[in-house]
């Protein structure tokens, strides 16, 4: 069902509350912007709720993206567009949906690889590291809920569409430390006083965490049960968090196939 809307419709103050914290926890809603980012949630499977674009923008759709919507459609201005959009040049459409966290309990009970996004401050870090724990075959992305939002608008676009797919948990960390040492985890802090990534051997079962870009997880009275670092030459002070995070989960990925590989030699011997 398509229907127009007018630029001050109440239902678009809802809408626009969700670009912030308060307004996603209180409504347990998203929105996303762009083509792309709709076509990459309904092939995930994700329920649009509902679906805000310019007349334009909506004719621009491809057909058979606008024919999988089962969702309400409403045409609305570019003026009203702009009001809800957190972009300086909006795409013309923007589709709301629901938030959806795993119980910590849930995620770990099943012996999954978790990345832990600890004072990570930047959204746009935070997506990324949304991007490439799923490229590396991280199970479940953990937030810090001190700090960003797994479905702040920067996030939600530079995830690239993992938001959809990952399963992602908040989790307080004195809590987190508890239950991931009931489960037999082992939290491996990504600090730069650590073992060098060469020498490291990932446990089986294990909670990778990445830090702040600058100060890493200084101040997070947590104790890690490990800490990687990873090897630079140069006056570089540091890496910033998506980078540290890629190289660090590249390595556990690289070492969790030579496992898979040797169980797999050995059981056909």
């Not at 912007?33 to 949630?41: D, K, Q, S, V």
């Not at 009931?182 to 802090?189: D, G, Q």
Request: with cysteine; hydrophobic share 40%; net charge neutral.
């Amino acid at each position: 069902m398509v229907t127009a809307l007018g630029t001050h419709s109440p239902q678009l103050h809802q809408v626009r509350a969700l670009l912030e914290r308060r307004g996603r926890r209180d409504q347990g809603r998203f929105s996303f912007e762009g083509p792309t980012l709709l076509a990459e949630a309904v092939a995930s499977g994700t329920q649009i709720e509902a679906l805000y674009a310019t007349q334009r923008a909506y004719e621009s759709l491809p057909a058979a993206l606008v024919e999988s919507l089962s969702c309400p459609v409403y045409l609305i201005s570019e003026r009203a567009l702009r009001k809800v959009s957190d972009l300086e040049t909006p795409s013309g459409v923007l589709a709301v949906a629901a938030t959806r966290f795993i119980e910590l309990d849930r995620l770990l009970s099943g012996g999954a690889t978790a990345l832990l996004l600890a004072r990570v401050a930047d959204p746009g870090n935070a997506g990324t590291l949304l991007r490439s724990a799923e490229a590396f075959g991280v199970d479940g992305v953990l937030f810090d809920e001190e700090v960003v939002d797994a479905y702040n608008p920067k996030v939600v676009r530079a995830s690239m569409g993992s938001i959809f797919r990952q399963r992602c948990a908040v989790v307080e960390l004195q809590e987190l430390a508890q239950k991931a040492h009931r489960e037999r985890y082992a939290l491996v802090a990504t600090d730069r006083r650590g073992v060098p990534l060469p020498q490291f051997a990932f446990p089986e079962r294990c909670i990778i965490a990445v830090g702040h870009e600058r100060t890493g997880l200084s101040g997070r009275h947590v104790e890690w049960d490990a800490a990687v670092a990873i090897p630079q030459e140069g006056k570089v002070d540091s890496l910033n968090a998506a980078m540290a995070g890629c190289i660090v989960l590249y390595e556990h990925a690289r070492q969790r196939r030579l496992r898979s590989s040797d169980v797999s030699t050995r059981n056909n011997a």
